[in-house]
């Protein structure tokens, strides 16, 4: 077992959705708790905004007063005595940057986490599912392609099956709503490009998608899930491992 002077503090910015963040709170304890043994938990720093806030900023196209916000959470955070900070969604990674750029201790980019659960795989070619900016824009979609440096090619749904994920995501998921008719949808889609496109993975850049549970449906399909890749390098983080 180790000594839990050991661990360091995680700072987690989430509520966006507040579901995904469940996901992220249960996910990195029991990581912890798998790591450290007996009845250690992973020491965190939380703040969870407004979704509907954001979601707003999304629409008016107002990323810049999103970043400005998260980035001032990120630095009261840090200033609390956080050592790393961690953005519990993929969307508004769009402003990294910012957040970054406010603070002197490490930002842990789901990117990074994403990428290298892809490379793991082994697959030639994966379809990303995700929010429309997340999928279709180069700060998501081209940044995780970059860090794939060539081993593997990343593929988008047609164009109204990824219309149609981006939709549940926002409609369904983020409310914590989970229908058998959309997940046997999105799975149905997916082995479509697998029979058609040759794909050989699948990732998961939306933190509310591993609630479809898509596994069960496509058990044969490596599933690079951005969650857990992000809460297992935060966890990594945590217990200096």
């Given at each position: 077992?180790?000594?839990?002077?050991?661990m360091?503090?995680?700072?987690?910015?989430?509520?966006?959705?507040?579901?995904s963040?469940?996901?992220?709170y249960s996910?990195?304890n029991r990581?912890?708790?798998?790591k450290?043994g007996?009845?250690?938990?992973?020491?965190l720093?939380?703040?969870?905004?407004?979704?509907?806030?954001?979601?707003?900023?999304?629409?008016?196209?107002?990323?810049d007063?999103?970043g400005?916000?998260?980035?001032?959470?990120?630095?009261?955070?840090?200033?609390a005595?956080?050592?790393?900070?961690?953005?519990?969604?993929?969307?508004m990674?769009?402003?990294?940057?910012?957040?970054?750029?406010a603070v002197?201790?490490?930002?842990?980019?789901?990117?990074e986490?994403?990428?290298?659960?892809?490379?793991?795989?082994?697959?030639?070619?994966?379809?990303?599912?995700?929010?429309?900016?997340?999928a279709?824009?180069?700060?998501?979609?081209?940044?995780?392609?970059?860090?794939?440096?060539?081993?593997?090619?990343?593929s988008?749904?047609?164009?109204?099956?990824?219309?149609?994920?981006?939709?549940?995501?926002?409609?369904?998921?983020?409310?914590g709503?989970?229908?058998?008719?959309?997940?046997?949808?999105?799975?149905?889609?997916?082995?479509?490009?697998?029979?058609e496109?040759?794909?050989?993975?699948?990732?998961l850049?939306?933190?509310?998608?591993?609630m479809?549970?898509?596994?069960?449906l496509?058990?044969?399909?490596?599933?690079?899930?951005?969650?857990n890749?992000?809460?297992?390098?935060?966890?990594?983080?945590?217990?200096?491992?």
């Amino acid at each position: 077992m180790k000594d839990t002077n050991e661990m360091r503090t995680l700072a987690l910015i989430g509520g966006m959705s507040w579901e995904s963040t469940a996901l992220y709170y249960s996910g990195l304890n029991r990581g912890v708790a798998e790591k450290m043994g007996g009845l250690h938990s992973a020491p965190l720093l939380m703040a969870s905004v407004d979704f509907q806030k954001i979601v707003d900023y999304q629409l008016s196209d107002q990323w810049d007063k999103a970043g400005c916000e998260l980035a001032d959470l990120a630095k009261r955070l840090e200033d609390a005595g956080a050592d790393a900070i961690a953005l519990a969604v993929n969307t508004m990674h769009k402003v990294a940057d910012p957040i970054r750029d406010a603070v002197s201790i490490p930002f842990l980019d789901i990117r990074e986490a994403l990428g290298t659960a892809l490379t793991s795989t082994g697959a030639d070619k994966a379809v990303l599912l995700g929010t429309n900016y997340v999928a279709r824009e180069d700060y998501y979609f081209g940044q995780v392609g970059a860090r794939l440096a060539g081993e593997m090619k990343l593929s988008l749904l047609p164009d109204d099956e990824q219309s149609f994920v981006h939709d549940i995501i926002y409609g369904e998921l983020a409310k914590g709503e989970v229908s058998p008719v959309t997940r046997q949808k999105i799975a149905n889609g997916i082995s479509r490009v697998v029979s058609e496109q040759g794909v050989g993975a699948v990732a998961l850049a939306c933190t509310e998608l591993p609630m479809l549970d898509l596994g069960k449906l496509l058990p044969d399909l490596p599933i690079a899930d951005s969650t857990n890749a992000h809460i297992a390098a935060c966890v990594n983080f945590i217990t200096n491992s």
